[in-house]
């Protein structure tokens, strides 16, 4: 099993329309959750943390977790044409404390 | 405040050549980690240091890459001798302590032929 698995395919979304992306994770003690943006060419851009369960609002973007489920989420209110990239789930593993990331997840927004 | 630096950008070489490469993090930053992403990949830990000490070299392909921080500001990665299978981005990233969000530099791209 893969510590952190993306698996859903690039996503094709409207202009203004929401984005919904998933996450799951193997490390039950796992405590820190991270969403990056990579634009092609580009490093990883932090753009959220979450650490409790629940949702967190910065902006446009909402991050949920559920540590019972093993399972976060990042969501992308109103998609811009610049929301279009790459976005990479990392979890921290807390037996040796490393950042392990998913594969990553294209988002595609058409105006 | 200035970010993550990284250099150079860009480099060729052909196998069994040497490369380095060199990062600057962010200032205070205790936390220094240097990843490899081949493209369509998430980035892979190769080398993560604490201070001047290194805290995980557990996937760094020790009989050709090697990395320091010797004065636990600044840091180098080597790999020597290069394969072509090392073709990837090499990333720098560096965080106040191992537990706080991490920030990546802009990368240096190898191309090994």
């Known amino acids: 099993q893969k510590e952190v698995e993306q698996n859903s395919g690039p996503l094709s979304v409207p202009e203004g329309a929401i984005a919904s992306l998933n996450c799951t994770y193997s490390?039950?003690?796992?405590?820190?959750f991270f969403w990056y943006r990579q634009y092609s060419g580009k490093s990883p851009e932090l753009i959220m943390s979450i650490y409790s369960n629940g949702d967190k609002e910065d902006g446009r973007f909402t991050a949920q977790l559920n540590k019972a489920s093993q399972y976060v989420s990042l969501l992308i209110r109103d998609s811009q044409p610049s929301d279009s990239a790459t976005y990479l789930c990392a979890v921290n593993i807390e037996g040796n404390n490393r950042l392990a990331f998913g594969k990553g997840n294209q988002v595609v927004v058409i105006p | 405040e200035a970010g993550v630096a990284q250099s150079p950008r860009y480099k060729i070489i052909e196998k069994r050549q040497s490369v380095a490469f060199w990062c600057n993090p962010i200032?205070?930053?205790?936390?220094l980690y240097w990843y490899q992403q081949i493209l369509g990949q998430g980035p892979k830990l190769l080398i993560q240091f604490q201070n001047n000490g290194v805290v995980d070299d557990s996937q760094l392909p020790k009989d050709r890459f090697s990395a320091e921080r010797l004065k636990g500001v600044d840091s180098t990665l080597k790999i020597q001798p290069a394969k072509l299978e090392d073709s990837a981005v090499y990333l720098c990233?560096?965080?106040?302590?191992?537990?706080?969000?991490?920030?990546f530099g802009p990368g240096t791209r190898l191309t090994v032929t």
């Open positions: 990233a560096s965080s106040f302590t191992s537990h706080h969000e991490q920030y």
């Open positions: 490390d039950r003690g796992s405590q820190s």
């Open positions: 200032s205070g930053h205790a936390t």
